[in-house]
Structure formats: C-alpha cells, structure tokens
C-alpha cells in the first residue's frame, strides 16, 4: 500500500479542465445526490480533472444540478428516483436480493455508458458494486475511491464481503481517503496492492475570502444565542456523527452555546427529532440553534468561537475538520479513524477518546477558558490544512492514478504495444 506522491513545486496554483484529443473519457459513478462530504468531493474531482467527465447517478437532487451547472455532463440511471435505497449499510442478504430487479436495471443502463468511457470511476460503495457489474459487461477498468470504513461499526457482515469482493475482482485501483480507510479495507480482506492512499483535499479559498466584517455579521445573525462562547457543529445529523454527545457535553458548561449546521438524511428523522427535544429542556434551553443544510459554511465557521467534531465510531476521514481549520478555528475531534492523520494533539487541534463526554466537556472547557490556546490552535491548523490537504494535491494526484490506469488499459489493448512486447519476449 502506497501513497501517492506529489512534488509541491510543479503543481498549478489552480487545476482547470483541458481535455486534449487523445486524454482518457472518465464516467464517474455516484449513488446519492445529496452533497455529503464523498459528494463535495467529487464535485471538485469531475470539475477539475483534465480528462473527458461524465457522471452517472442513481437519482437526481442537488449534486446533480451543481455538477450541471459546473457544465460536466450528468446522466440519471434510476429517473423513477428510487434508486437502490432499500440496500442500506446494515443490509443483509435478504435486502440485497429483494433489489435484484433494480440492480440489474441500473447496471444495464451503466455499461452502456461505460462502453462509451475508458474507465469508470465509483465514489460511493453502493456505486461500486454497480459499477464493478457495468465495467466488467462493458471490459472497462474500475477505479474505486473508498470513502467509508469497512468495519462492523459502519457496516453489516454482507456488505462488507460483496465489496470486498467486487473490489478484490475489478478494481485496478482502490484511492482509499485515509490510511485508516485502507487498513480496514485490507483488515476485511481487501488486496493490499490495490490501495493508493490520497486524503482529501480542500479549496481553502472561500474561507480566505470571509472577512473579520463578515464573520461578526454572521455571529450577529446567529443571535439570541448567548453571546458567550460559541461552538459550531457541522455535518449530517446521525447517531454515529454523536451530536448527542455535544449537547450532554454543554450541558452543565455555563456561558456556552452550540449551532449545528446539517440535517438528517438517510431515515435519520427519529434522530433529529430527539436531538430537539432535548434542546428543550431547562439545562440547554436558549443555547441551542440548528439551521440545516446551509450553503454559507466558511462564514458560519467563521463566526464560532471553536469546532466541534464529535462521531463516536471512527472517522474514515474528517472532512469538516480540515475546513474548521481553514477557516482558522481550534478544533475539537474524536481521536479515532482519518481524525488521527490530520490533527497532532495540542499542537493543530485537541482529541479526545470517542463517545468520551466528561472528556469532549474537558476539551470544551480548556478552549472556553484560554483565549490564547484558541488564538495558537487555530494559526497551526491553517497552515497544515493548507500544507498537508490541499484540493491541487488531492487533484493532482487522483490525475496520477487515472492517467496510470488508462496507460495500462492501453498498454492491453493497443495491437501494436502487444506484438512489440511478444517480439521482444
């Protein structure tokens, strides 16, 4: 398992699509069209990338009109809108079969579009195992960028095996998002040799662009919140992502407030519902504010004390985090999974053990009470977010691997390649 390398000094200051004539015809292969944190990214990926993109859906929504609008191509394979949700991360055997129909309906119309690429490219797991299906119809190479942790905390004992095994049987390459994501796959039985490491890798210009002017509107907006100190979640409302944890954790911290920013998704309402309810009660009343899905996230982060990240199973990656510390904000995480590749405790951010909340509390409380922590955490993150995570180098070295598996994909099929190398054998 390697990762892939860059040489800082060569990369463009900004990577813009310039497809040539004789560059590689890439069909990006998404199951959702909400934009999480896998579809953020690969909003950057098929914007950016030199190559010939086209991206393929299950359904359509919100990614789909950004990638529209962003002018790369974008074809929906399940137009009804039901796509595969049926099969979920805990699904077991009997889900999978139960969406025999639809998989092959949308595997169908998937090789078709693979047939006229030269590689798919999945960014989700469900959209690899269709997309494994469609490449190997269509004699296509499969590139997978595994987003999740393949272990029992995120996923059932058959999901984790029928992606092994696809992955184990087409993929040329697995871009795994952290070496934490990599062990697990290999732990689960995946190849070793398949693996590139490339963390993701994150524009740090809309949080330069927020001004102190900017930020402290902002703080204004979020009012009546207690005008103390203000921590700022972000991210999709779930039981793993361990909002719950944060409110317990406020709870007996006089003079702190919390805004979460995200919602739920996946039939994760129940969820949200009690994360409500509980800001009810006379401990948190008034400190509390959500405000869902927001486009204007530099500026809110901008307008926090601290970020608060707080899953209580291991993070594949941490996307959130290193946006906390473009936007210059001490950041808070659970020291488990992708969070201990990106923040050096004390030095660019403080951890605490998962579900931990007398130690998440702690933590919370150290930054409430030192201003000049919060002053020094906040400069160290900034410059390893833009050192070690920045969107050029994730571009930079995704453009390695695709360009690696279409030369071999040449190499294979190029008639004149093969009788040079049968001559010379």
């Not at 390398?5 to 990369?11: R, S, W």
């Not at 996946?266 to 009660?281: P, Q």
Request: proline share 4%; glycine share 8%.
């Amino acid at each position: 398992m390697t990762e892939t390398g860059f040489n800082a000094e060569v990369l463009p200051m900004e990577v813009a699509v310039a497809p040539g004539t004789d560059t590689p015809r890439i069909l990006f292969v998404n199951q959702a069209s909400v934009l999480g944190g896998a579809e953020l990214s690969l909003l950057d990926i098929a914007r950016l990338l030199p190559f010939h993109n086209r991206v393929a859906l299950f359904r359509g929504g919100v990614l789909f009109e950004r990638l529209t609008q962003a002018g790369v191509a974008v074809d929906i394979l399940d137009p009804t809108g039901d796509g595969l949700s049926r099969v979920r991360k805990n699904s077991g055997l009997w889900n999978v079969l139960g969406s025999l129909a639809l998989l092959v309906r949308i595997t169908w119309r998937l090789q078709l579009l693979a047939g006229n690429a030269d590689i798919t490219y999945a960014n989700s797991q469900k959209a690899m195992v269709v997309g494994a299906l469609a490449s190997a119809l269509a004699r296509r190479p499969l590139i997978w960028h595994m987003r999740d942790i393949l272990s029992a905390d995120h996923f059932s004992p058959t999901m984790r095996r029928v992606a092994v095994m696809m992955a184990n049987a087409r993929a040329a390459t697995v871009i795994a998002n952290s070496h934490a994501t990599a062990e697990a796959f290999v732990a689960a039985g995946g190849r070793r040799k398949l693996v590139r490491v490339i963390h993701n890798g994150i524009d740090s210009k809309p949080f330069d662009a927020i001004t102190t002017q900017m930020a402290t509107l902002a703080r204004t907006e979020l009012m009546p919140l207690d005008n103390g100190f203000l921590i700022g979640v972000f991210g999709r409302l779930t039981p793993w992502k361990g909002q719950h944890l944060v409110l317990e954790a406020i709870s007996t911290l006089p003079g702190v407030s919390a805004v979460f920013i995200g919602d739920a998704l996946f039939g994760e309402m129940e969820y949200k519902h009690t994360l409500h309810k509980r800001v009810e009660c006379e401990d948190l009343r008034g400190r509390v504010r959500f405000l869902g899905f927001r486009d204007d996230v530099p500026r809110l982060m901008r307008a926090v004390d601290a970020i608060v990240h707080s899953s209580v199973n291991p993070e594949p990656f941490g996307r959130v985090i290193i946006e906390g510390m473009l936007a210059r904000r001490p950041v808070v995480a659970s020291a488990a999974g992708g969070v201990l590749e990106i923040i050096e405790d004390g030095e660019t951010g403080l951890i605490y053990p998962p579900g931990d909340c007398a130690a998440l509390r702690a933590q919370i409380e150290r930054l409430q009470n030192d201003p000049a922590l919060c002053e020094r955490l906040g400069a160290a993150g900034y410059n390893k977010a833009q050192a070690c995570f920045s969107r050029t180098a994730m571009i930079y070295s995704i453009r390695q691997v695709v360009m690696d598996t279409y030369l071999r994909k040449q190499h294979r099929t190029d008639p004149k390649i093969n009788n040079k190398d049968a001559a010379e054998n």
